[in-house]
């Protein structure tokens, strides 16, 4: 853990507000995932924080990466640049998944050259691969339950699965090869039967669409929405993993390949951030502490990804709930109106956010003029 010491010490030196990525976390994780998954590759979507030296700690460890858009791509494609022309193709397949399944044309004709891996879930699209993106793979996206998801996906992606095996078949008539099936259970799924029924699920299609004649496919990739430990109520990773473990030996012959886009559980406890004070009121008899990040900034989490983040004070003092305000004039940029923080901090104090690492940089704008919070990587 990055301790106060040290993050203060960070704050001296470079100013706020900061962002800091401890790169050990990033590799606990990651070897977390691995250790109590071991049939499932990692591939690490990227857009819950797409920071380049992230993807190359988490690459450099042995992830794979699960992208949505081009910019992404090339992030996780630069690697490439190092291999022997001969493994390159092999190297996209093992290491990449397009996995946004509604893509531009232009954006189709360019992962055609790469022959890349990509996901796809309407009639819709088969049309535009056909035309742009002959020469990928595919993997269709299925729409499952997101019970108790804190940030639901389904609305938007995914075939029902009554119409799942129809368009496996349409994409083979097509000239398409689908290589297999995916699906999202939700963002910071803690309702681990959401895992159990979507496996299922995944199970019946394989069955229904070798029944049906199609016999090509031998992936299967179990989605994101692994859970950050956020608070004490969210179950131990291990007792999921079990879970999910389970039902894949149950359901997968070993010769099924298994991948999975964890995002938020390979991040979100990486990120800390650091802000200071820059005001400080009584507002209808209420303390307000004004900081210079906020919810256009590093805590936009708290609109796009439906999260809370504690706030912690470096000082020790008797303690009251407070609000804290984000620095710009929206009255929208609150953080917290009732964080326990002492009552005795003064301008020029510093606060902290732990497990901010998710969906929290990566949507931070210039909103208001003021820059997104300055990014420092520690362990690396
Ligand atoms: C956002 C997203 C992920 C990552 O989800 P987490 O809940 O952060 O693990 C994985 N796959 C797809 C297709 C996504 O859209």
């Not at 900061?18 to 050990?24: A, E, G, K, P, R």
């Not at 099936?181 to 699920?201: D, K, M, P, R």
Request: charged fraction near 25%.
């Amino acid at each position: 853990m990055v301790t106060k010491k040290v993050l203060q010490q960070l704050a001296k030196k470079h100013g706020t507000p900061l962002f800091v990525v401890d790169h050990d976390e990033l590799r606990r994780n990651y070897a977390t995932f691995r250790k109590y998954l071991p049939r499932v590759q990692a591939y690490y979507a990227v857009k819950a924080n797409p920071d380049a030296e992230i993807v190359k700690t988490l690459y450099k460890a042995g992830a794979s990466f699960d992208v949505a858009s081009m910019p992404e791509f090339k992030i996780v494609h630069e690697y490439i640049k190092h291999m022997p022309a001969k493994q390159r193709q092999a190297w996209i397949w093992d290491k990449i998944i397009y996995a946004n399944p509604i893509k531009a044309n232009e954006t189709l004709r360019e992962l055609d050259q790469y022959k890349a891996l990509v996901t796809y879930d309407n009639f819709e699209e088969i049309k535009k691969i056909k035309q742009y993106a002959p020469r990928t793979g595919l993997v269709l996206r299925l729409k499952v339950a997101n019970t108790g998801a804190m940030v639901e996906l389904s609305s938007k992606c995914g075939a029902a699965p009554g119409e799942a095996v129809d368009l496996i078949l349409e994409a083979d008539k097509a000239g398409l090869v689908v290589e297999g099936l995916s699906f999202h259970v939700g963002s910071q799924t803690t309702n681990f039967e959401n895992f159990v029924q979507a496996i299922n699920l995944a199970a019946d299609i394989f069955k229904e669409a070798k029944g049906r004649g199609y016999k090509k496919m031998n992936l299967l990739d179990i989605g994101g929405g692994f859970p950050a430990p956020y608070d004490a109520s969210v179950k131990p990773f291990s007792v999921l993993a079990k879970k999910i473990n389970a039902e894949l030996d149950r359901l997968f012959p070993k010769d099924v390949q298994i991948l999975a886009e964890p995002g938020r559980f390979m991040v979100a406890t990486a990120g800390i951030s650091v802000s200071k004070i820059i005001g400080k009121a009584v507002r209808d008899g209420k303390l307000c502490y004004y900081v210079d990040d906020g919810v256009y900034h590093t805590f936009s989490g708290i609109i796009f990804d439906h999260c809370h983040y504690h706030m912690e004070a470096f000082k020790n003092g008797q303690k009251q709930i407070c609000t804290v305000f984000g620095p710009t004039c929206d009255a929208l940029d609150v953080i917290s109106m009732s964080e326990e923080l002492p009552t005795n901090l003064e301008r020029g104090d510093l606060l902290l956010s732990r497990n901010i690492g998710a969906y929290s940089a990566a949507s931070s704008t210039w909103f208001n003029g003021f820059p997104p919070a300055k990014t420092i990587h520690v362990n690396r």
